[in-house]
């Protein structure tokens, strides 16, 4: 199982609250791959299908270990974001 963090800019989306606590913990059946990288992107595209957005969304989704880094890093403004995880198998 590999845990996903999910941002929800709080600006542009007036659900992104409901929306963090709604998805939260869910978990997704993808065909994973090797580079994480591309698995995060599985998990954006299965999020907007969920959420009823396009994939256009301000929605960020990263491995669990690149959101520690970003994090420690000061690398993002957390004021800035609502923030929830998801799973895959």
């Known amino acids: 199982m590999n845990t996903y963090i999910v941002l929800i800019p709080v600006e542009d989306n007036h659900d992104a609250r409901k929306n963090c606590e709604d998805i939260e913990n869910t978990n997704f059946e993808i065909e994973t ?5 591309v698995n995060a992107y599985k998990v954006l595209l299965e999020l907007n299908k969920l959420l009823g957005l396009n994939e256009d969304s301000n929605i960020e989704v990263e491995p669990i270990s690149d959101f520690m ?7 993002f403004n957390v004021d800035s974001y609502f923030i929830s995880y998801v799973t895959t198998k």
């Open 33 to 37: 791959q090797p580079c994480s990288t």
């Open 69 to 75: 880094d970003r994090s420690n890093d000061e690398g």
